[in-house]
């Protein structure tokens, strides 16, 4: 998170660090007490755990890329991940509500992202959880020509990235607005804090069929 500040503890209990050999890799956040939702970009073999003090490390058991996902563009960016165990929920671990009800967020409105990504342009990393406010780009700002230049999809949404912006790290986190998971942070063009290249984020309404399919046939 470029431009942020650190996250008051406990008040964000649904944040997943997605972590590597306990290397931070990717952001993900608990829809349901056995599944975290991130962004497929993030790489395979996670182990994964949630936001101290209160953080456990749990296992991952399955990892299920939306389908549509691929390396050559941000579509369907969408990681589900099984954990070995229920987590237990309490005040410090909590499941986040997705928005089901597929319209566009108001531009101008304020939303919240936050993540363990890096904190300034050399990169460096935090070790505690960073978090910011943006407000939502319409689709046709973001879409300018001299912004991404008509790629972002009806199930991608925007966010405005002058100096204050997600970065290498932040992928996977939530874009909450009211209290709801609007958006998962994808990387796009990988630049950070440049107001021509907004930051995108994957709209979740658009999957919540398929996130309900996979969790109904985890469970099984
Ligand atoms: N703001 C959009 C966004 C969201 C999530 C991740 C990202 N960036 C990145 N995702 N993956 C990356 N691998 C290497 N470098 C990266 N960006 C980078 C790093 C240092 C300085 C700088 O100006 C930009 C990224 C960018």
Redesign the pocket.
């Known amino acids: 998170i470029l431009g942020g500040y650190e996250a008051k503890p406990h008040l964000r209990p649904y944040m997943a660090s997605l972590q590597l050999d306990g290397q931070h890799i990717c952001g993900g956040f608990l829809i349901a007490k056995q599944w975290v939702l991130s962004a497929a970009h993030c790489t395979e073999e996670t182990l994964h755990s949630l936001p101290e003090p209160h953080k456990r490390l749990y296992r991952v058991r399955a990892q299920i890329p939306h389908p549509g996902s691929n390396i050559h563009n941000n579509k369907d960016d969408l990681l589900l991940l099984q954990l070995e165990e229920e987590a237990e929920l309490n005040a410090h671990v909590q499941v986040l509500p997705v928005q089901r009800e597929d319209r566009d967020v108001a531009p101008d409105t304020v939303c919240e992202v936050a993540g363990w990504?890096?904190i300034n342009?050399s990169?460096r990393r935090p070790d505690k959880l960073y978090q910011l406010e943006r407000p939502v780009l319409s689709r046709d700002v973001c879409n300018h020509r001299t912004r991404h230049d008509h790629t972002i999809t009806e199930k991608m949404m925007c966010t405005d990235?002058r100096r204050k912006?997600?970065?290498?790290g932040?992928?996977g986190g939530p874009l909450v607005c009211n209290g709801v998971a609007e958006g998962v942070?994808t990387?796009?063009s990988?630049?950070?804090?440049n107001y021509k290249k907004p930051?995108?984020y994957t709209r979740i309404a658009p999957y919540t069929a398929w996130i309900d399919g996979v969790i109904a046939a985890g469970a099984a």
């Open positions: 990504g890096t342009h990169g990235s912006d997600t970065c290498k932040d992928s942070v990387a796009g990988r630049v950070c804090g930051a995108i």
